[in-house]
């Protein structure tokens, strides 16, 4: 593939959607030809050794354009800071003799090899293994440095490998972790957040814009992601709002609302007291404070009235009761996005064991029916876009939740809903078998075409309103 | 002591042929890995006349990872916790497989006499340090006398 071309996501050759970004999965060997490409394209202009060229670019973190403004405003300036000389000498093994010792075995002689870089602090060829394979095992590769004593000379890359060449295995690691370190060190790239996934990803999305286009990725290994928080594709909630719901969801926050809603403190000893019965004459399990429920005032002002408080009306107890249904109403608030959010997250976790079963629904049809595998492909597209639609809405309650009321929030509510009755009706139609005594075959592919289409159209109508609105900064958030 | 490093060895008997001033190191019979140390605090910082005691021990990777070295004696250092653990940076990213139990401890030994409240490990220290050195000083200086000087007078034959 092309070095600047972009693998279009969702199908081939369909235009780009509003929320949709550009990007680019690399797999290991695609990332090492982008590195050699990059040192190409820098090597002449800066007249350096390619071992040169390629450490500057990785101490500059890849910045081509700086490298070669500094370079040329100063040349040895440039080199110095990052320690490199310009040509370095070859790397080698050398005899020892009388006046060598190794300061990290302290072994001396003519009878041991060393080895010196540039900067002349020489080691024996075993303490040097032993360092260089002891620096790529905790993960380094291009940053190692020579061993001495506040030495700031760079190893460089063909003294390493030089130094590994009989370590096949610790070689090839030393290799990974200068990819890992490209990858880490470019801010346009990303490691597919999946497990054992070795696919990099390059989004050239300027970060700057990721709350209002929110950077969905795709990987080759089915994993999609924010390009941004490295979340589970959350789209169309901005990864602020994310964060914030994931953290309310994680403090299990509404707890301590309920406890505001349905419990009292005891004024004296400010222990947490649930009324689930009896009068209003109450005493304290811990500290025995008699007070009264109602206006929480001490019981001995209260005379004999056990079951009303005639200071009911009194301001204090007024406040009181207001912050008490206050809370309540939050939390109220809260469960009604939570259970939606929630119930999402089950379906599109069932939609998945749905396509199994579809899968095995679609060999059933084709054998019945005769139909060509290619025919029967529209079960698995519905459930596909099942999946999408039920990940959307998600998190779309996740938008409403931090959503101000207003005008705009109903037209939002409303794209909301179409889409969740139509998910709900693909979802019923295609989990329910063919019978003998259903729809034909034809005519049961027709609906679920249909209805995909229809659900499909609702999708793209949400998600281009969300991110336009987004982009226009139409959307009133607030956070808590 | 079957597997000891020439290294270590070697260290050892240049450590006893030629003393660190102001730094006994000496060694214990079953772990040759294993040393106890008394620092005497460095003149001119308000650990001066106090003889500090320390461990220091060499883990198995030693030379190419650091030392563990800890304060056994009370400090009241910007970057010595209530643990007696150090922060400084040649015991951690800046080590070098070049530096030697001699190195490290006369880099702990400058630490006393310039102690860095910017990177701090015992944070009220540091803070106490940054807000009124003087006081800070003053009460380093209590916490030598206390610990680092009385005790010794108590009992001047009991070594650590």
């Known amino acids: ?480 | 002591m079957a597997d000891v490093p020439k290294r270590i060895l070697k260290e050892i008997e240049r450590l006893n042929r030629d003393p660190v001033p102001g730094i006994e190191v000496n060694t214990i019979e079953d772990n040759i890995r294993y040393f106890n140390v008394i620092m005497c605090g460095p003149s001119k910082s308000p650990y001066e006349g106090g003889r500090f005691k320390l461990e220091l021990f060499l883990p198995e990777e030693y030379p190419m990872s650091p030392p563990k070295v800890r304060f056994l004696t009370k400090m009241y250092h910007p970057n010595i916790d209530k643990l007696g653990r150090i922060c400084l940076d040649i015991l951690k990213d800046k080590w070098s497989p070049a530096l030697q139990i001699r190195t490290v401890l006369l880099s702990i030994q400058a630490l006393l006499s310039a102690p860095n409240p910017d990177d701090p490990l015992a944070n009220d220290v540091a803070d106490q340090w940054k807000t009124d050195e003087k006081l800070a000083i003053q009460t380093a200086t209590e916490w030598t006398q206390k610990y680092a000087i009385e005790v010794w007078a108590k009992n001047p034959e009991v070594k650590p």
């Open chain 1, 1 to 480: 593939m092309d070095g600047d071309e972009f693998e279009p996501i969702l199908g081939s050759l369909q235009k780009k959607k509003p929320w949709e970004v550009d990007f680019k999965v690399y797999d290991p060997h695609d990332l090492l030809v982008k590195q050699e490409a990059i040192v190409d394209r820098l090597q002449s202009p800066l007249a350096l050794s390619r071992e040169t060229t390629t450490l500057l670019l990785r101490c500059c973190f890849w910045k081509e354009e700086s490298l070669l403004e500094s370079f040329l405003l100063d040349r040895d300036g440039t080199l110095a800071k990052v320690g490199l000389p310009e040509h370095p000498p070859r790397p080698k093994f050398e005899a020892g003799d009388e006046s060598f010792m190794c300061e990290i075995c302290y072994c001396d002689g003519a009878d041991e090899t060393y080895l010196a870089l540039w900067c002349g602090h020489r080691f024996c060829r075993d303490c040097y293994r032993a360092y260089v394979s002891g620096k790529v095992h905790e993960g380094e590769s291009w940053r190692i440095r020579c061993p001495a004593v506040k030495c700031r000379t760079l190893l460089g890359l063909e003294p390493a490998r030089f130094i590994l060449a009989d370590d096949k295995a610790m070689l090839n690691r030393y290799e990974e972790n200068l990819t890992r370190s490209f990858v880490n060190d470019l801010p346009t790239f990303s490691w597919c957040p999946a497990p054992n996934c070795e696919y990099a990803i390059e989004c050239q999305v300027p970060r700057s814009t990721w709350e209002t286009t929110i950077p969905t990725v795709h990987c080759r290994c089915g994993k999609a992601f924010c390009f941004s928080c490295k979340h589970d594709d959350h789209i169309p909630a901005p990864c602020s709002l994310v964060s914030m719901w994931m953290q309310k969801c994680k403090d299990d926050s509404e707890t301590s609302n309920w406890i505001k809603a349905n419990t009292k403190e005891c004024v004296k000893c400010k222990s947490t007291i649930e009324k689930n019965g009896g009068c209003n004459h109450m005493v304290c399990r811990e500290c025995h404070h008699e007070f009264c429920w109602v206006c929480m005032g001490p019981w001995a002002e209260h005379g004999q009235s056990y079951y009303n408080c005639n200071r009911f009306d009194e301001d204090s107890s007024k406040n009181a009761r207001d912050s008490v249904s206050k809370s309540r109403a939050m939390l109220e608030r809260y469960l009604h996005y939570f259970t939606r959010y929630n119930n999402h997250e089950q379906s599109a976790k069932l939609a998945r064991r749905l396509l199994a079963a579809t899968e095995k629904n679609m060999d059933q049809i084709q054998r019945d029916h005769t139909l060509s595998w290619i025919e029967v492909q529209f079960l698995s597209e519905a459930v596909d876009v099942l999946s999408l639609c039920r990940s959307t809405l998600k998190w779309s309650y996740v938008l409403g939740y931090y959503m101000k009321s207003g005008n705009q929030k109903t037209i939002f509510e409303n794209n909301q809903s179409d889409l969740e009755m139509a998910t709900e009706l693909l979802n019923e139609l295609v989990e329910n078998p063919i019978t003998e005594d259903g729809p034909s075959i034809e005519e049961f592919k027709r609906m679920v075409i249909d209805k995909s289409t229809y659900v499909k159209t609702r999708w793209e109508t949400i998600l281009a309103d969300i991110t336009a609105g987004l982009q226009e900064n139409r959307w009133q958030f607030e956070s808590e």
